[in-house]
């Protein structure tokens, strides 16, 4: 039986991987770059510094750093100007063109909108954001945004629940109570 034993530099500040690995200027092929670890950071600032897209997941930008490698650039989108956006918000706006973003002003229309407060993001709506932004989904609005939270909130009593996981359109009914929990 052999075993292997991987030493690690844990005074140095080093993290043991960087270290045996090229630097990323010597690879030159996406199946070598893949042979090694690298952290969400260090594909950041590589993208960044391709003039590529760097904003994104570590699998995204792992998914960058492949299509460069295949010769397919995929530049850093420019975020739209103030200009393009609507002024007055409503359920029909679409998510694109409202300068939406997770931050103070849509909680707190969210929390208008649905009556929860203090009104928290959920990751579903993290997710649903992300694609619809890498697929430019102009067509996705605030109130399917809303759609996703009040989904999540019943997915969780769905999953959670002892009962058979079957789709109903009486989840909504049979479940508002819980929807009601969140308003408080």
């Not at 010769?71 to 359920?91: A, C, D, H, M, P």
């Not at 002003?105 to 649905?114: C, M, Q, S």
Request: with cysteine; aromatic share 14%; glycine share 6%.
């Amino acid at each position: 039986m052999r075993i292997d034993v991987i030493v690690v530099d844990l005074k140095g500040g080093g993290d043991g991987l960087a270290e045996n690995r090229p630097s990323f200027k010597e690879i030159k092929s996406f199946e070598k770059f893949n042979q090694y670890y690298w952290y969400r950071e260090e594909l950041f600032q590589i993208c960044k510094s391709l003039g590529l897209e760097y904003r994104g997941t570590k699998k995204e930008l792992t998914f960058i750093i492949e299509q460069y490698f295949q010769g397919n650039k995929i530049e850093k989108s420019v975020r739209k100007s103030l200009k393009t956006q609507s002024e007055v918000i409503t359920l029909e706006t679409p998510l694109l063109n409202c300068g939406f973003s997770f931050n103070q002003k849509f909680r707190d229309y969210f929390a208008a909108v649905t009556g929860v407060s203090p009104f928290k993001f959920n990751a579903d709506m993290a997710t649903a954001w992300r694609k619809v932004k890498r697929n430019h989904d102009l067509k996705f609005t605030i109130q399917d945004m809303i759609k996703i939270y009040y989904g999540a909130i019943l997915w969780r009593e769905v999953r959670d629940s002892k009962n058979e996981k079957v789709y109903s359109k009486n989840l909504l009914k049979e479940h508002s109570h819980k929807i009601e929990e969140y308003r408080k």
